[in-house]
C-alpha cells in the first residue's frame, strides 16, 4: 500500500489507481508483478540505490523515491505520439512519462522559488503567508483565532509545508487547487481545472508579489536586451528554453503593456506595490511594472503549474 502511495506521488497515478481502496472493490493493478517486486524491494533492498554513500537500508524512504526518479519510466518525455494517447489515455502501460498539475502547496513554493523569494529553512514554527481579510472571522466570532495576522519578512516565504492550517479555514488558495479542508479525511486528493485558479494565479497577492520579484530577477540577470530578459524569466519559471514563436509573443505583449504603463503611471507603481516586500528602488518603475505583468502570465504558464 505504501509503495503504490510513493508511486502515485511521481507517476500521478498508483499502480494500484484506487490507492484510497485496496479492498475488494479495488481496481486491480496495472503491473500487480511491478508492484510486488517493490514493496518487496522496499522491505529486504537488494537494488534500492546508496543514500549519502551507504546502502539503503529496509523501509528506506530516501532510497525508495531515488530508485523510482532515477528509473527509465519516470525520466520519459510526457509527449507521445497521438496513437499513443489514443490506446493508453492515463498512461497505464507507462509508455510516456507522467504529466500533471501540481499540488497547491506545490504551485505556491514554485512561484516562490523561481521568482527569488523562497525561503529554504528547514523546521521551526507554523508560518502565516497572505491571507484574504475577514475568512478566519467568518468561521470564529471569538477567541485567538478569530483574527487573521500575515507575518513579516521570512514566514512569509518559507514553504507551503510550514503554513498554520485552521481547521474550518483553510487558505483559499489552497483550496482552488483541491486542498483538503482538514474538517475530514481525505485519502485521495482530486485534480480539477478551473478558471478560478487562473484568477487566484493572475490576482493574489502571494503571486503579484512573486511575479514582480521574478521580473526584477529578469531585469538584473538577463541583461539589457529585451528578448535575453524574456529568455531569462521563461527559463527560471518552466526550466527550458522558449521557442522563437513564444518569445516574440511574450515580447509583443512586454511592448503593449510598457506603452501602456507609460500613460498609466500610477497604475504601474500600483501594481508593483503589492506585497509587504518592497521594489527595488534601482529599477524604472514602468518597465518594472510591464516586466511583471509579463512574469505573472509566466507563473500562469500550463508549464509551470505542471509536472511535465
Known sequence: VWVNRIWERFFGVGIVKTSENFGSQAEWPAHPE????????FAKPTALPKINGKPAQAWDMKGMIKFIMLSKAYRQNSSAPEGYFRKDPENR???????FRLHGELVRD????SSGLLIKKIGGPSTRPYMPAGVWSETNRYGNLRNYTADEGEGLYRRSMYTFWKRTAAPPSMLLFDAPNREVCYPKRSRTNT?????ALLNEVTYVEAARSLAERMMKEGGSDIRGRLTTGYRLATSRSPDKQTLSVLQKGFEERKIHFQENQEAAKQIISHGKKQPDENLEPVELAAYTVTANVLLNLDRVITKD
Not at 93 to 99: D, K, S
Not at 110 to 113: D, E, I, P, Y
Not at 195 to 199: E, G, N, R, T, V
Open 110 to 113: 514554485q512561484a516562490l522559488a
Open 34 to 41: 511491478l508492484l510486488d517486486w517493490l514493496a518487496v524491494e
Open 195 to 199: 478558471p478560478l485558479q487562473a484568477l
Open 93 to 99: 502501460l507507462l509508455a510516456r512519462g507522467p504529466r
